[in-house]
């Protein structure tokens, strides 16, 4: 799920492209961010939970 936030993150929240760049289905994609939102509480497809995901994570890739 690291790798696949990553990418939806530096595609602007872009399915389509993240998709292609994953070699998934958008489908799939679509199934790993809400899995994000299950365990995180936080909803990657929306913007200002986005920003704080996305602090989070530099957190974790700094430690």
Known sequence: LITTFQKYFR????????AHQLHIHRN?????LGQI???LGLD???Y???V???????????Q
């Open 52 to 62: 704080i995901l996305y602090t989070a994570f530099l957190n974790y890739e700094l």
């Open 11 to 18: 595609n602007n929240g872009n399915i389509v492209e993240t």
């Open 44 to 46: 990657p497809k929306r």
């Open 48 to 50: 200002d939970e986005l």
């Open 37 to 39: 939102k299950d365990k």
């Open 28 to 32: 799939t994609l679509n199934y790993r």
